[in-house]
């Protein structure tokens, strides 16, 4: 399991996604967890673009996603430049990806958090 490590470490790499495959890539020794097994990313929104990115060399063989990147943007995250077609390109590279998963309370999630005050960190904003 991996949580959001942004402002607690100051690393703007530290998504939770990003976190996680990191913890399971150590914990099992190898950068390609293909070879440990068929893993899968389960996620509470749709990946940013820098998350994205990582998917492809993580060697996970499936995403799951609850809320989608506008439920997050709707809160002030700012996503990044991912193509509109990320999922196809995820699975031409043998990542199945599933959506939707909840949505609604994914999303609702998002919404609570900003509302209660959390921070909305983004470069050059905050």
Same mark, same amino acid.
């Given at each position: 399991?991996?949580? !959001?490590?942004?402002?607690?470490? /100051?690393?703007?790499?530290?998504?939770?996604?990003?976190?996680?495959?990191? *913890?399971?890539?150590?914990?099992?020794?190898?950068?390609?967890?293909? #070879?440990? /097994?068929?893993?899968? *990313?389960?996620?509470?929104?749709? $990946?940013?673009?820098?998350?994205?990115?990582?998917?492809?060399?993580?060697? @996970?063989?499936?995403? #799951?996603?609850?809320?989608?990147?506008?439920?997050? %943007?709707?809160?002030?995250?700012?996503?990044? $430049?991912? $193509? %509109?077609?990320?999922?196809?390109?995820?699975? %031409?590279?043998?990542?199945?990806?599933?959506?939707?998963?909840?949505?609604? %309370?994914?999303?609702? @999630?998002?919404?609570?958090?900003?509302?209660?005050?959390?921070?909305?960190? !983004?470069?050059?904003?905050?």
């Amino acid at each position: 399991a991996g949580v !959001n490590r942004v402002l607690a470490e /100051g690393l703007s790499v530290a998504h939770a996604e990003v976190v996680a495959l990191s *913890l399971a890539q150590q914990r099992l020794g190898t950068f390609d967890l293909t #070879v440990a /097994g068929d893993y899968e *990313l389960v996620t509470s929104a749709e $990946p940013c673009v820098q998350c994205f990115g990582a998917l492809f060399w993580a060697g @996970v063989r499936g995403l #799951v996603c609850g809320a989608r990147s506008a439920d997050a %943007e709707a809160a002030g995250f700012d996503e990044g $430049p991912k $193509p %509109e077609d990320w999922a196809e390109l995820l699975t %031409e590279r043998g990542i199945a990806v599933t959506t939707d998963v909840l949505r609604p %309370e994914a999303a609702q @999630v998002i919404r609570d958090y900003a509302a209660s005050g959390g921070a909305i960190y !983004n470069p050059s904003r905050g």
